[in-house]
Each structure stands twice: as structure tokens, then as C-alpha cells.
T-cell receptor, first 111, second 111 residues
Framework: AQSVAQPEDQVNVAEGNPLTVKCTYS??????LFWYVQYPNRGLQFLLK??????LVKGSYGFEAEFNKSQTSFHLKKPSALVSDSALYFC?????????FGKGTRLHILP | DAGVIQSPRHEVTEMGQEVTLRCKPI?????LFWYRQTMMRGLELLIY????????DSGMPEDRFSAKMPNASFSTLKIQPSEPRDSAVYFC?????????FGSGTQLSVL
């Protein structure tokens, strides 16, 4: 079965600094990978996806993610963090017709 | 489109009572998913439907849980009888195959 792991429960970053939220995956075949974000009292929102093509995927709100096949990683990145980026971030993988989520990483951007 | 609509937003009930959660997916989406979110377990997939047909209900925790999708525009998740450990946020999501669109969730508290 496909799965993703987010090794960090929480990440703290100072505003203006680059941020990275880590994700590793375990799949058989070609991976379909996603990042979603959840703001307080809201449902998850799609940020970006990787299916095939360029290893660097650009998404919403200035976020990007780098697919690394040799390290089986799909880390989420942003060059300069904003306080408004503070939220819960989920990495996810498609397994047939369903999407399986990681446990989530809470990102705190410190003013 | 108004997005995925869930009702109620909040539900407080007593142990043993029946609870029904409702979801209206985005028009034209042919897949519908029910997820449960808790601090301890994160985001768990309970069941999903393709073209109104239940495909995988392996995530449904017990026989007390049941889900239906009588038509393309409506789904219910029922818990009977409810227990305090069912307290969680329940999300419905619909998909156009590329990505998931989530509702705002139902916050369920079973006393």
C-alpha cells in the first residue's frame, strides 16, 4: 500500500526566512503526490501536486515542492515565510482511487 | 459553485443517540470521501464512493458507522449508537480525480 510520512509534528520559522516541511513516501509504481493546507476551523485546501515531469512543482501561495526519487522525498518549500503561512500542512499520496494523508505538520511562522 | 457543503457544522449529542452527518458534493464530481480527523489519529479515510457506489469502506471503525449515497448530490454518514470516542471532526470531500475539495467539516461532540 502507498503511504507518506511527515517526520516533524511542528516546524517553527521566523518570518522572512525560508521554510521546509518534510515528507517521505513509500509507493509501488509511479507516485502521485500532493500537499494540502488546513487553516483553523476549515477543511483542507489543495496546494500542489506531482504526477510526472519537472521535479520542482510550483503551487498556490508561493509554495513549491521538490520531488526526489532517490531519497523518496517530496518536501514542501517556500523562499520567504509569512505569518499567514501558519497552518497545518499535509502530505498525501494517491492509492488507486483514494488519497492517503500523512499525520500533518504544524507550521508556526514567528513574527 | 458553493463548494462541498456539510451540515451541521457542530453537533453535540449524548452517548447512545443516533447522529447523521450530511454532505452535498460539488456538482459533476464523481467521487466522494468521508474522513475523520482527531488529534491522536490525524486524518483517517472512512469510506469513499465512485459514481454513488461504495468502493472501499475498510476505514469504517465499527458496525455502528454506516454511509450512503442515494444520488450524485447527497451523502450521509450515520453513527448509531454514538459513543464519546466518536468525538472528532468529520470531513466530506469530493473529487474530479485530480484533487480533493473539502467541506468545512462537522465538529461532533458525544457526551
Amino acid at each position: 500500500a502507498q503511504s507518506v510520512a511527515q517526520p516533524e509534528d511542528q516546524v517553527n520559522v521566523a518570518e522572512g526566512n525560508p521554510l521546509t516541511v518534510k515528507c517521505t513516501y513509500s509507493v509501488s509504481g509511479n507516485p502521485y503526490l500532493f500537499w494540502y493546507v488546513q487553516y483553523p476551523n476549515r477543511g483542507l485546501q489543495f496546494l500542489l501536486k506531482y504526477i510526472t515531469g519537472d521535479n520542482l512543482v510550483k503551487g498556490s501561495y508561493g509554495f513549491e515542492a521538490e520531488f526526489n526519487k532517490s531519497q523518496t522525498s517530496f518536501h514542501l518549500k517556500k523562499p520567504s515565510a509569512l505569518v499567514s503561512d501558519s497552518a497545518l500542512y499535509f502530505c498525501a499520496v494517491r492509492d488507486l482511487d483514494k488519497i492517503i494523508f500523512g499525520k500533518g505538520t504544524r507550521l508556526h511562522i514567528l513574527p | 459553485d458553493a463548494g462541498v457543503i456539510q451540515s451541521p457544522r457542530h453537533e453535540v449529542t449524548e452517548m447512545g443517540q443516533e447522529v447523521t452527518l450530511r454532505c452535498k458534493p460539488i456538482s459533476g464530481h464523481n467521487s466522494l470521501f468521508w474522513y475523520r480527523q482527531t488529534m491522536m489519529r490525524g486524518l483517517e479515510l472512512l469510506i469513499y464512493f465512485n459514481n454513488n457506489v461504495p468502493i472501499d469502506d475498510s476505514g469504517m471503525p465499527e458496525d455502528r458507522f454506516s454511509a450512503k449515497m442515494p444520488n450524485a448530490s447527497f451523502s450521509t454518514l450515520k453513527i448509531q449508537p454514538s459513543e464519546p470516542r466518536d468525538s472528532a471532526v468529520y470531513f466530506c470531500a469530493s473529487s474530479n480525480r485530480e484533487k480533493l475539495f473539502f467541506g468545512s467539516g462537522t465538529q461532533l461532540s458525544v457526551l
